[in-house]
């Protein structure tokens, strides 16, 4: 009976061992991405972001293709994150806030006015995340890889200064992370014909049309084909490592719940 007893015990003891480290990898922080197609699963670099995070880290990436920082709200996934966040408390949680792309004017439905319309926009998204004790974190928008005579062009800065203000002038500010600034300094050092290898599709031939930078972001990659806008592995494995290095920079509070090296390839 002993022999049987002691048996039990050291079973009982083993399912122990193996549980234990199960549930110390349950999530114990949060991360969500808020954002649009530059950001999303299949077209940006959101997925390949919440990759370098252990286990112990929730990332959810809820970046929507065709998604300003209007029509975000408009469509109700503000909202649904916002009952989200209320129904599944956990602390901490950061959520990563990247629009500019379809806030630009041409988009009906989802532009934004520059001065009166985007940075309140944003303004009102960091104030409804610290209500409900988020700590909200302001990025600007991804370049996209136009070139013209060898250099790159920008013409989203000025959507990156609006985001820059709004987290400067928060009270308290909030931590940003310009990466326009960033990604368009690696894409310039790298060259046209470099950062076209960043693309989800290879380049077409010179007698295949090329999308516009300007064009519509697309919700899906079903539809997707070679644009200077959206990324494929090979990008998206370039940006989240620019972004990861950046947010441990202004976070440093989720460095232990870093799966890779800051530093980006």
Known sequence: MRRVW??????????????????????QARVVLVGDSTLA??????????????????????ARGGRSSASYRAEGL????????????????????????NDQPGKPGRSTDLATEFPVNLARYLSELRELGATPVLLTPLTRRSFREGQLLN??????????????????????????ALSHARVQAMGEDEADRLAMAPKPSAAEPVASAASPERAGAAKS??????????????????VLRELLRVQPALAPYALSPAAAE
């Open 6 to 27: 002691g048996l039990g015990l050291l079973a009982l003891a083993s399912t122990h061992a193996w549980a234990e480290p199960e549930a110390s990898r349950a999530p």
């Open 41 to 62: 699963t299949r077209s940006g670099y959101g997925d390949a972001l919440c990759a370098r995070f252990k286990p112990e880290l929730q990332c959810l990436n809820l």
């Open 78 to 101: 503000w909202d649904a994150l916002r009952e989200r966040l209320r129904q599944e408390p956990l602390r901490p949680t950061w959520v990563l806030i990247q629009f500019g792309h």
């Open 155 to 180: 013409d989203l800065r000025p959507w990156a200064e609006a985001t820059l203000r709004v987290a400067a002038e928060a009270a308290p500010p909030v931590a940003a992370i310009d990466l326009n």
């Open 225 to 242: 084909a070679f644009d200077r806008t959206h990324v494929g592995e090979r990008g998206a494995q370039l940006f989240s490592a620019l």
